[in-house]
């Protein structure tokens, strides 16, 4: 089971990013994938989730309204849209999942696999 996330990138303030998460071992249409951002002195933040299960989603307020998780048909690749994005989006994100079968956005525990970061940076 692997999850290696992509597509950071220097943006400027406004701008938009879509970062992509693909998933191997396993497939969304039974699990929940969880995105996550970490900034330099900062705690880990989870930012947003969906479920292959139930199409259940979350968003953290810090993002709600700016960013749209999905999944594609195959439920092998997980995308987070960014758009509207500020300077203190800036951090190091994750994509993550608890690998418990039928897991729900809800359910969402603690996270077991994680995939190795992408950077992405926002100037002002």
């Known amino acids: 089971v692997q999850l290696q996330a992509s597509g950071g990138g220097l943006v400027q303030s406004g701008g938009s990013l879509r970062l992509s998460c693909a998933l191997s071992?396993?497939?969304?249409?039974?699990?929940?994938v969880v995105w996550s951002r970490q900034a330099p002195g900062k705690e880990r933040e989870r930012i947003s989730c969906i479920s292959g299960v139930d199409g259940s989603t979350y968003y953290a307020d810090s993002v709600k309204g700016r960013f749209t998780i999905s999944g594609d048909n195959t439920g092998k690749t997980v995308y987070l849209q960014m758009n509207s994005l500020k300077p203190e989006d800036t951090a190091v994100y994750f994509c993550?999942?608890?690998?418990?079968?039928?897991?729900?956005?809800?359910?969402?525990?603690?996270?077991?696999?994680w995939g190795e970061g992408t950077q992405v940076t926002v100037s002002s």
């Open positions: 071992g396993f497939t969304l249409h039974y699990y929940a």
């Open positions: 993550a999942t608890d690998y418990m079968v039928g897991r729900t956005c809800p359910g969402v525990r603690r996270m077991s696999k």
